[in-house]
C-alpha cells in the first residue's frame, strides 16, 4: 500500500471522499430544501411580542423537553391535526448575527410536543398558571417552574396580569403574583403556535402505521365506538385544566363535579361548550373550544361526556353517540346561519 | 473454560446476563405487552430492531450458557474419576498376586523415576548475581492479599518532560470537565425525580441539560482525546511533536471555549436549538481554532516521522482532526441554514460529531494503547484500515436518523438507515480486530488495571454501536424515538465506549510520564463503579423508554407515560450517582499519580551528598 504511505495522499483521499459524501448528503439536501420550500401563504408571521417569546423560550431551552415536529405516524396525532411538512419550517431563518436559525424541531419528548399548542391549550390563564409551577395544576408534572419570570408586587398595576396560585404554591408573605414581561412574551409565543390549515386537502401527508382497534379491546355493553377510552380522552384533552378528580381549581377552572351543565339531562350545553368554548364567569378562567380545536369526532364526545358525567358521583344518562352526532349537526347548522 | 474465565471479568458473565434475563422477561412478558394491545404482538417479533436488540441482550446469556457447559464437563470428569478409582483397586488386587522379586524390581524403578536433586547440588553456594539486570518486577508478598496486585508500568524510554508537561495538562484539564459535567449532569438526573430542587434560571434544566453535554463532550472527551493523541501521534512515528507551541495553544483555546460556553449557556445565550450546537459561533470557534492548530501541528509530525508507513493510528486521528474542522464549517456555516436547511444539517453536524470526532479519534487511540498494553502487534493492520474506509463511507450518510418520519425527505431518512445498516461492517471489523489481538493473552487482563477498560470499551463498542444501527430501524424509531431509550443509547456509547477508552489510556501513560502509580485500590473502584452506574443508568432507561413508547403507540394520555417514568427516573439518577462517585475517585487516582509524594528517594540522593562525613547505616526494615 505505497500509496498510502504518503500522507499527502492518505489524508486527502481521506478527506475528499467526505467532502463528497457530505456534500451530497448534508450541503445539497439542506440548500435544496431551503430554497424549495416557502411558507405556507396563509401561515401567520409571529408578532413582535410572539418573536420576543420564541427568544425566551429559546434562552430558557425548552427544546431540551419539548418537541415542535408532528411525524407522519399515528402515535403523534395528539399533537396536531396533520402531520408537518417542510413549508410548515422555512418561514425560520438566522436569528441574528450571533444565533443560527431556531426551528426548535428538537429530539425528545420528555414533555410534550408544542407544535399545535396553541390551539390545544390556549388559555393564557392556565398557560401562566403553569409557567409559575407546573405542579399547581398537572400533579404529575416534571417540568421546571419558572417563578423567575413572575414578580411578587403589592399593588396590581394597569397592564399587569395576576395570576392565581394555589395556596400551597405561593411563597410566604402577602403580594399579589404578577407575570413579567419574558413570561407574558413567551405565553403570546406559546398561543402563536398553531399549525396552518393546508388549503389544498389533496396535499395533506397521511399518518401512516394506523393503530388498529381489536373488537375484544370494547367492553361489553359500552355506548361509546369500539377503542374510545372516555378517561384517556378526558385526560388528554381536559384533565389539564378540571383535574382527575373532576373538581378544577379553585379560583381557576371550574368543578366538573356536581356540576350542573355537566350533568343536564339535555347535553346540548355541554357539548356546546366542548365544542365552542365558553366564557360567562369572571372569577374562572376562558375555556378554549376545545373539541373544535382538536377536532374531536362524536363517539370521541361521546365517551369524553359519559365519562363525566358518571364519574366522581356524578349520575346522570349515557348519551348514546347518535344523539351527540344529532346536537353536533344542530350545533353546525346554528353557527353557520 | 477458556473463553468464560478469561474474557470479560467475571462480574460481566454472572451478574449482568442474570440482571439482563430479568429485565428481558419482565419486559416481555405478556400480561404488561401482550394484553392491552393486540395489534402490535404480532409485529413486536419480527421487527429486525428488536430483534438485533434481542440478539444483544443474549450476548452475555450465550455467555452464561457457556458457563453451563463448563459445569456440566466438569460433572463428567467428576464421573470419569470414579471410575478410574474402580480401575485402581482393581490394580491394586492385580499388584497382590506378584512375587517378591517382581515387586522388588517395580520399588527400584519407582526410585529410579522420583529421584531428586538435593538442594545446591548443581549450583553450588554462589549467591545470586544479575548481571545483566534480567529479573525486574519482583513481587514478594509477607500478607494475605486483598487486592490482586497489578503489574506496573513497564520503565520506559523518558518521554520528553516538556510534552510530558502538556500532555499532563490535557489530562487535569480534562479531568475538571469531566467531574464539572458530570456534577451537572448528576444534578439534571435528580431534577427528574424532584423538579423542584431549586428555582434559579441559571440552574434550570433547560440550561443545564447543554452545559453538560458541551462539557462531557467539548471538555472532558476531547480533551482527554488530544492529550492522549500528542502521546500516540509522535511515537508512532518515532519523532518529537512538531511544536509544543502550538499544543499549549490548543489546550487554552479548548479550555477557553469550554469555560465561555458553559457560562453563556447558564445564562441565556445560546445558537438556538440544535444539540451540541449549543455554543454560539464565536465560542465554537475557538475550540476550532484550537483544532486548526493541532492538525497543523499533528500533520507536521506525520510528515517528519521517520517511520516509512503511517501507523493506522495516526491514520484514525489526522482524520479525525480533518473531519471535525469540517464538520464544525458545515455546521456554523449560515448559508444552507434556513428552513428545514437547519435540521437536515443538525441531524448531519451531531451525528458526524460523534461518530467522526470522537469515535474515529478513540479507535486510532485505541490501534496504539490495545497493542502496547498486551505488548503485542494488532491482529490485523487489514482489517483496521477496511474499519477506516468503511466508517468514512457508511457513518457520513446516517445523520439523518435522528429525524425518521419528520418532515426531512423520505429518500434522505432512507439513506441515513441503509447508512446505519451499514455500519455493522466497521464495527464487526474493528471488534473482531481487537479480539483477535487479545486472542492468547487473555491471562494478562487479571494483572492488568488498563485492560479490563479496553474490554469494557470493545463491548460496548461492538453492542452500543449496532444498538445504534437497531434503532434508526422505522419501527424501533417509532417505538423508542423522542424517548430516553435515546438517552441510554448515547451514555452507552458516549460513556461505555468513548469514556472507558480514554480511562484506560490514560491509566496507560500517566504512571509512564510521572513515574507514578495510582493505587490498585482505587483504579478498581473507579472501574467497578463507573460500570456497575453505566448499567443502572441504562437499563432502567432502555426498559422504561420502551414501555412509554408503546404507551404512545397505544395513544394512551401523554401524562400516563410521564407517570410510568418516574420509577426508571429514580434508577437512572442512582445509576448516575454511582458513575458520579467514580469520576471523583478517578479524579482522585488523578492526583494520586501527578503530585510527588514528600518521600526522599534514598538511593538517588545518597550518591549526591559525599560531603556528609560521619554517617551510620541504618538498618532498613
Known amino acids: 500500500m505505497d500509496f498510502f504511505n504518503d500522507h499527502r495522499k492518505l489524508f486527502l483521499t481521506a478527506t475528499g471522499l467526505f467532502f463528497f459524501l457530505t456534500f451530497w448528503v448534508a450541503i445539497m439536501p439542506a440548500i435544496r430544501n431551503q430554497n424549495d420550500n416557502l411558507p405556507l401563504p396563509n401561515a401567520a408571521q409571529l408578532t413582535a411580542e410572539e418573536l420576543a417569546g420564541k427568544a425566551v423560550y429559546v434562552s430558557h431551552g425548552c427544546v431540551a423537553c419539548h418537541t ?23 418561514g425560520n431563518g438566522r436569528t441574528d448575527f450571533w444565533r443560527n436559525t431556531a426551528t426548535l424541531m428538537g429530539t425528545g419528548r420528555i ?118 377510552d372516555g378517561v384517556a380522552l378526558y385526560a388528554s384533552n381536559c384533565q389539564s385544566c378540571h383535574q382527575a378528580n373532576g373538581e378544577g381549581l379553585k379560583g381557576a377552572f371550574p368543578a366538573l363535579k356536581g356540576s350542573p351543565i355537566v350533568l343536564d339531562d339535555n347535553p346540548e350545553l355541554l357539548i356546546d361548550v366542548i365544542m365552542n368554548g365558553y366564557d360567562p364567569r369572571p372569577e374562572f378562567a376562558a375555556m378554549p373550544a376545545v373539541g373544535k380545536n382538536s377536532n374531536l369526532s362524536a363517539a370521541e364526545i361521546t365517551a369524553i361526556i359519559n365519562h363525566e358525567r358518571t364519574s366522581w358521583g356524578n349520575k346522570a344518562r349515557e348519551v348514546p353517540a347518535a344523539e351527540v352526532q344529532q346536537i353536533l349537526d344542530l350545533l353546525k347548522k346554528t353557527a353557520s346561519n | 473454560m477458556y473463553l468464560h474465565s478469561q474474557l470479560p471479568p467475571p462480574f460481566f458473565n454472572k451478574y449482568t446476563s442474570q440482571l439482563l434475563l430479568i429485565l428481558f422477561l419482565y419486559g416481555f412478558t405478556p400480561t404488561r405487552l401482550y394484553a392491552q394491545n393486540g395489534s402490535e404482538q404480532a409485529g413486536l417479533f419480527s421487527q429486525p430492531g428488536i430483534l438485533i436488540t434481542i440478539f444483544l441482550i443474549l450476548i452475555p446469556l450465550l455467555a452464561a450458557i457457556l458457563y453451563l457447559v463448563v459445569k456440566a464437563n466438569n ?189 453563556a449557556l ?23 481554532l484550537g483544532l486548526v492548530l493541532t492538525l497543523v501541528n499533528f500533520l507536521r509530525t506525520v510528515a517528519r516521522r521517520t517511520t516509512k508507513e503511517i501507523y493506522v493510528s495516526n491514520w484514525y486521528i489526522v482524520a479525525a482532526v480533518i473531519f471535525a474542522i469540517t464538520i464544525g464549517v458545515v455546521a456554523y456555516v449560515p448559508n444552507w441554514q434556513n428552513g428545514m436547511g437547519e435540521t437536515i444539517i443538525q441531524g448531519y453536524y451531531m451525528h458526524q460529531g460523534v461518530g467522526m470526532w470522537f469515535m474515529l479519534f478513540t479507535l486510532g487511540l485505541v490501534y496504539y494503547f490495545l497493542p502496547q498494553q498486551l505488548n503485542k502487534p494488532i491482529y490485523s493492520y487489514s482489517l483496521g484500515i477496511l474499519a477506516f474506509w468503511s466508517q468514512i463511507f457508511f457513518y457520513t450518510l446516517i445523520g439523518t436518523h435522528h429525524f425518521v418520519f419528520s418532515a426531512i425527505p423520505w429518500s434522505l431518512q432512507t439513506v441515513a438507515i441503509v447508512g446505519s445498516a451499514g455500519m455493522a461492517i466497521p464495527v464487526v471489523s474493528g471488534t473482531t480486530n481487537f479480539l483477535m489481538t487479545f486472542r492468547g493473552s487473555w491471562h494478562k487482563v487479571s494483572g492488568s488495571y488498563t485492560l479490563p477498560f479496553f474490554i469494557i470499551g470493545i463491548i460496548f463498542y461492538f453492542t452500543g454501536s449496532l444498538q445504534g444501527t437497531a434503532e434508526a430501524f422505522r419501527y424501533t424509531n417509532r417505538l423508542w424515538h423522542f424517548t430516553d431509550f435515546t438517552i441510554a443509547h448515547s451514555h452507552l456509547t458516549m460513556y461505555g465506549i468513548i469514556a472507558f477508552f480514554l480511562w484506560g489510556g490514560i491509566y496507560a501513560i500517566v504512571p509512564r510520564l510521572t513515574a507514578q502509580e495510582p493505587p490498585q485500590l482505587t483504579v478498581g473502584i473507579h472501574f467497578w463503579m463507573a460500570f456497575i452506574g453505566l448499567m443502572f443508568y441504562s437499563i432502567p432507561l432502555m426498559l422504561g423508554g420502551t414501555l412509554r413508547g408503546l404507551l404512545w403507540l397505544e395513544g394512551k394520555p401523554f401524562i400516563d407515560s410521564v407517570v410510568l417514568m418516574a420509577p426508571y427516573w429514580l434508577w437512572r439518577a442512582i445509576g448516575g450517582s454511582l458513575m458520579w462517585v467514580a469520576h471523583l475517585i478517578f479524579a482522585f487516582n488523578m492526583y494520586k499519580m501527578l503530585v510527588t509524594h514528600k518521600k526522599t528517594r534514598i538511593n538517588g540522593v545518597a550518591p549526591e551528598r559525599p560531603e556528609i562525613p560521619d554517617y551510620e547505616l541504618v538498618k532498613m526494615q
Open chain 1, 111 to 228: 414533555g410534550p410536543d408544542l407544535t399545535n399548542i396553541g390551539n390545544r391549550q390556549p388559555s393564557a390563564e392556565w398557560n401562566l398558571l403553569h409557567l409559575y409551577q407546573p405542579r399547581a395544576v398537572v400533579k404529575e408534572s416534571v417540568m421546571p417552574a419558572y417563578p423567575f419570570l413572575f414578580q411578587v408586587k403589592q399593588q396590581v398595576e394597569t397592564g399587569d396580569v395576576e395570576i392565581n396560585v394555589p395556596d400551597e404554591f405561593r411563597p410566604a408573605g402577602p403580594g399579589k403574583i404578577v407575570a413579567t414581561k419574558e413570561a407574558r412574551q413567551l405565553i403570546a409565543y406559546l398561543q402563536a403556535l398553531k399549525q396552518t390549515e393546508l388549503e389544498n386537502p389533496a396535499v395533506v401527508p397521511a399518518f401512516l402505521y394506523k393503530r388498529e382497534i381489536k373488537a375484544a379491546d370494547v367492553p361489553a355493553g359500552s355506548t361509546s365506538e369500539p377503542g374510545l
Open chain 2, 266 to 288: 447558564m445564562a441565556g445565550i445560546n445558537n438556538g436549538g440544535g444539540e451540541y450546537r449549543e455554543y454560539i459561533w464565536p465560542i465554537q470557534l475557538l475550540f476550532a
Open chain 1, 68 to 90: 415542535q415536529q408532528v411525524r407522519n405516524i399515528d402515535m403523534d396525532k395528539p399533537f396536531g391535526k396533520r402531520p408537518s411538512v417542510a413549508a410548515d419550517y422555512a
Open chain 2, 75 to 263: 460433572v463428567y470428569y467428576y464421573l470419569k474419576s470414579r471410575k478410574q478409582a474402580e480401575e485402581a483397586t482393581r490394580f491394586a488386587a492385580y499388584l497382590k498376586t506378584l512375587d517378591a522379586a517382581t515387586l522388588a524390581q517395580l520399588q527400584q524403578e519407582k526410585y529410579n523415576l522420583q529421584y531428586l536433586n538435593k538442594p545446591g547440588q548443581l549450583t553450588g553456594n554462589l549467591p545470586v548475581w544479575d548481571e545483566k539486570g534480567l529479573l525486574a518486577n519482583i513481587n514478594e508478598h509477607a500478607n494475605i492479599r486483598f487486592i490482586e496486585t497489578k503489574r506496573k508500568a513497564l520503565k520506559r524510554p523518558n518521554i520528553d518532560p516538556a510534552l510530558s508537561r502538556l500532555i499532563i495538562w490535557f489530562l487535569v484539564t480534562a479531568t475538571f470537565w469531566l467531574v464539572f459535567g458530570t456534577t451537572i449532569g448528576e444534578y439534571l438526573g435528580i431534577k427528574l425525580v424532584a423538579p423542584d430542587l431549586d428555582h434559579a434560571s441559571w440552574l434550570s434544566f433547560g440550561r443545564l441539560r447543554p452545559v453538560h453535554t458541551n462539557a462531557v463532550f467539548w471538555g472532558w472527551s476531547s480533551l482527554a482525546m488530544l492529550g492522549l493523541g500528542y502521546y500516540v501521534v509522535p511515537r508512532v512515528g518515532n519523532v518529537q511533536i512538531a511544536s509544543l507551541k502550538l499544543g499549549w495553544w490548543t489546550l487554552y483555546l479548548v479550555n477557553a471555549s469550554v469555560v465561555l460556553g458553559s457560562l
